[in-house]
């Protein structure tokens, strides 16, 4: 390539005494830096300063970008998705690691120190409760706990929402996460012979070598901050540098254009005595003939020659390349398809019976080379059963366009039998479009036998869309709820209501709140939700029951409630204590039973209830009939009543204990024990100022409605329709004392903006709006606002954000 450069020769002489000249001046600068030690010395311990401190801001950036790499995971895995498995949480955790080779491990924990998931298949089941760290996350956010290990030198752990009562993403940071020292030096343009080390708190060393450097050098150390989230690790960088790595070594800046101007005069006389020399030379090559000389100069013509030559040259080698980079950028994408969704890609001949496929390496990367083999030997991996219908497959795929789908059999390796289930293989089969005589393939193994067909997946789709369409109409009705609730209540508190208006208002405010467990109970439905244990108010949801069992179910019944409000939550999921009152509301019936009653108290028992719960803190139901009813024709009992209600409540760990089934004489009579859930730590009444808020939510009437009942409170409402509405605000004036921000807005979530205005206003308190169970796990860091909400938990989540609740 370098035959097709053509440089003068005035150039290349003057290039030639500007280098000699250069180099002249170089030794001589650097011979007079050798006689001088006392500025070495000093300029190596600038080196050092210089090198801990930018190094130490290095690992503070690292750290910070593991915090934020740890909420993408969160994101990614969906901690609190019921529909997610763990070994499909493990699955993305693998997909994570092979594109941040970075880390060496990543997982899941449970509040209980459980691994629920982790990209290393011995982890998970496993628990971390006993490690030195997990004592210390109890109470913070974000731990740094050094392993002391030169493969895994320290773990980011991140709490998903309160610290001790929550998940934690936890990273583990591989060999390479610490060797940042090549990078700085490029940046810092200091030599090889720089050396850092990284230490512990404790003394262990992090990234370096134990022994400081041979020879004579000079040391500085620099303390590792944290960053805004972190607080101090307790790390040291100590940089080394010999006195050769000293500052003082530059020339002053007068030497220095001395030197410049000394290889300037090279270069020109260099250039006048090429000139000369290069005269003849010039008229040979233009042709231009003296007396004796010929009249035509070849040069010319072996230039053009060359030049024709030398650009076919260039132009094969820049198509070569370009198609090499095209291949390797189709290669790659092939690639990140099968990590991503689990496919693996073919291309098969059926005329050579040759099958080519590429294999990826633990970082997820292509190997150098495709691999190829036999179709007979890619047949031997299934069953020899299903051979011809691979082979009427292949036939159907070579005549027909459109994908051709067949559930194929592996080959059971080693001496265990494999189930059915789980040695299913789908494969898709397309003809290449343009080449019909090739066909492309695509394969995937079937899991735990849900079915990947054509109509299963249109059934998954399908049940997707219904689950965003019920979403939908639940956020919308509940928004119709809120406005009922807010502007209803607001009336009753700004005018005094005679007895008969205030009646009708009651009145209607009950029947929103039986519309918003309407809401909850058809999104329990749709979704499928089976988290036996989760959380739920014992009142309401008993009011909800009996008031959708006395039109339904009972009807001329009378009905008695006598459920406390002030009872603290159960471990029960409001579905189930829905179907266990209803299957009681059923038994009485079928029996002629008169009356259903329900009371409840809390009980403390430290001996234990007698009939197989351990001791602890329970809400006890006692459910009771009247007397059966002269005259009244009992139906035919519904068999299996309340062995059903056993069940259920043996599923959730709950007690029954029925004393009367009423079947006889007697009436009806059982115990319902339910597990409490831990109350929440008392606020102490406080009188605070009025607030400062942003209001953020995309519907005109609810954001109307939620100002009137915000300013009704006695605080400063800023309303914003949208998030970008609500940064542009907050770019103008940001001292807002609370942000309440609607989750399902368009463009931007409630989420996604709490996630900037908590990078950009740290100090404002966010509250996020939306339908009980709706908020992902990632939110759990703010405070939630359930709806439809009534004015009250309005102001005791307005009261939780308050400055003062803040800094108490």
Known sequence: MLDSVRISLKVLNAAQLALIAAAALGLAWIGTAMLGAG???????????????????????????SVADART?????????????????????RDWLALNPRYGDAALIGADGSVRAAADPRRPGSSVA??????????????????????AP???????????????IQLRAGPAFLEIGPRLRRALDLPETVAFTVSGADGRLLAGTASAPWGEHRSASAPVQGGRELSSPGW??????????????????????????????????????????????????????????????????????????????????????????????????????????????????PETRQVVWSDSDRTGTATASDHATDLSDLAEWFEPEDHALLDLTLDAARRADGPHDVVLRARADGAEPVPEAERRVLVRFLRAAGDGSRIH???????????????????????????????????????????????????????????????????????????????????????GESEALAECDVGTSVEAALAFMGANVLRDVPVINRVPGDLPKVLCAE???????????????????????VGAAEEVTETGTGFGLPPGAYVRLLVASGQHEPGRMARTPCPGSLETVARLLEEIGAGWRPVSDGTGEDAFVAEIWLRAAERPPEQPALWYSTLRILLVESDSLVRASLAEALADLGHDVVQAASGEHALALLDERADYDAMIADQSMPVMTGLQLAATVVERHPDIRIILASPHGHLPAAARQFLQLDKPFRPDDLAAVLSAAAPQARAA
């Open 441 to 527: 393939a695509l394969s995937r193994a079937i899991e735990g036998g849900v079915s990947e067909t054509p109509s299963g997946l249109n059934e998954q789709r399908r049940n997707a869309i219904l689950r965003r369409v019920t979403d939908g109409i639940v956020h919308d009705f509940n928004d119709v709820l809120t406005i009922v609730h807010a502007n209803l209540a607001t009336v009753r508190r700004r005018h005094g209501l005679n007895p008969e208006p205030a009646r009708l208002v009651d009145a209607a405010l009950a029947g929103a709140t039986r519309g918003a467990a309407l809401t909850r109970r058809m999104l329990g439905l749709v979704r």
């Open 130 to 151: 006993r490690q030195p760290w997990f004592a210390r996350a109890r109470n913070a956010e974000v731990v740094i706990a050094t392993q002391g290990d030169e493969t």
């Open 236 to 349: 040291v960088v100590t940089a080394y540098a010999p006195p050769s790595v000293a500052a003082g070594l530059r020339p002053d800046g007068r030497l220095l254009a001395l030197a410049l101007a000394v290889v300037g005069a090279a270069a020109g006389l260099g250039y006048a005595m090429g000139g000369r020399a290069a005269q003849p030379l010039q008229r040979l090559a233009q042709g231009e003939a003296g007396p004796d000389e010929a009249a035509a100069s070849p040069v010319r013509e072996i230039a053009a020659l060359s030049e024709a030559v030398a650009g076919r040259s260039q132009s094969r080698e820049a198509a070569l390349a370009l198609a090499g980079t095209g291949l390797d950028r189709i290669k790659g994408r092939l690639q990140t398809f099968e990590a991503m969704s689990g496919w693996t890609c073919w291309e098969i001949d």
């Open 39 to 65: 500025p070495a010395a000093d300029g190596a311990q600038r080196a050092a300063m210089t090198g801990a401190r930018a190094f130490a801001d290095a690992v503070d950036a690292e750290l910070h970008g």
């Open 154 to 168: 320290f773990d980011v752990v991140l709490s998903l929402g309160m610290p001790g009562r929550s998940d934690r």
């Open 575 to 597: 579905r189930i204590l829905e179907l266990v009152l209803l299957n009681l509301a059923f038994h009485f019936r079928d029996h002629g039973l008169h009356g259903f009653a």
């Open 73 to 93: 995971v969160a994101l990614l895995l969906r901690p609190g998705d019921p529909t997610l498995g763990e070994a499909e949480r493990s699955a993305l955790l």
